[in-house]
């Protein structure tokens, strides 16, 4: 239930929605100054959750900076949040626009930074089909060449609760000792280091999939972008989602 309702008051909180109602109260509404005022607030809103400037200082922020790594130091696991993939009509994987948690990971393990990657993921829609994203991504690291003993695979948790609690489940199977890199997309560490953490795993942030706040101020972030509407649905979940953690104690 908790799966069900955190997805629904995510989307009941996305901007574009108050927008569209609004626009429709305006249009259809007999009262001029109803009409004046949804229409108002219809731009408004539409204009601030637009903004490019607005979303970049929100996310300096609330983005979790990497943390320094010792030099020379050997991690044993490359913890990667799932969320990197999408899937067609016949569950063929697809890479998403989150596709540099994989290529971190990749990273760390090519560069003998960590010895293992475990990505953790299997499907997190509300109607799940065929397709678990951790079995597909073990077919694209093999491709990628990393050996299958560096590859530790996770394919049923629907979200970061159970990307957390099924992870140590199978770290501890494999007796990988922390501290483990965290990789996960810069917008979701905040949310998903405070899940790991309660949870008793001992991780290092190592943020990536940077899709916002990286750049230095311009007069163009002040132009409506459509673009940041998408980025603030991203941050409006995560801001939604520690909030309830915290409520229930999950984080």
């Not at 002040?222 to 104690?249: C, H, M, Q, R």
């Amino acid at each position: 239930m908790f799966f069900i309702l955190s997805k629904v008051l995510a989307f009941l909180l996305f901007p574009i929605l108050y927008v569209f109602v609004l626009l429709l109260v305006s249009l259809f509404s007999k009262n001029a100054k109803r009409k004046r005022i949804c229409l108002l607030l219809a731009v408004a809103i539409l204009y601030f959750f637009s903004n490019p400037f607005l979303i970049n200082r929100f996310a300096k922020l609330w983005d979790v900076p990497p943390a320094k790594l010792e030099n020379g130091k050997v991690y044993s696991t490359a913890i990667v949040l799932g969320g990197f993939a999408s899937y067609d009509s016949k569950a063929n994987g697809l890479f998403s626009t989150a596709a540099d948690r994989f290529i971190q990971g990749v990273l760390l393990q090519k560069s003998g930074r960590v010895q293992h990657i475990l990505v953790t993921g299997g499907n997190g829609n509300l109607n799940p089909g065929s397709f678990r994203e951790g079995s597909w991504a073990k077919t694209q690291l093999s491709a990628a060449q990393i050996p299958d003993s560096c590859i530790l695979i996770e394919d049923q948790s629907r979200n970061t609760l159970e990307n957390a609690s099924l992870s140590k489940a199978l770290l501890q199977k494999y007796k990988q000792q922390g501290p483990y890199l965290l990789v996960t997309s810069a917008f979701h560490m905040r949310r998903s280091l405070r899940i790991f953490k309660k949870a008793g795993i001992d991780v290092i942030p190592y943020p990536c999939n940077y899709i916002a706040g990286t750049g230095d101020f311009s007069v163009w972030e002040f132009v409506p972008d459509a673009d940041t509407l998408s980025k603030w649905n991203n941050y409006i979940k995560e801001v939604v989602g520690v909030t309830v953690n915290l409520i229930l104690g999950q984080g």
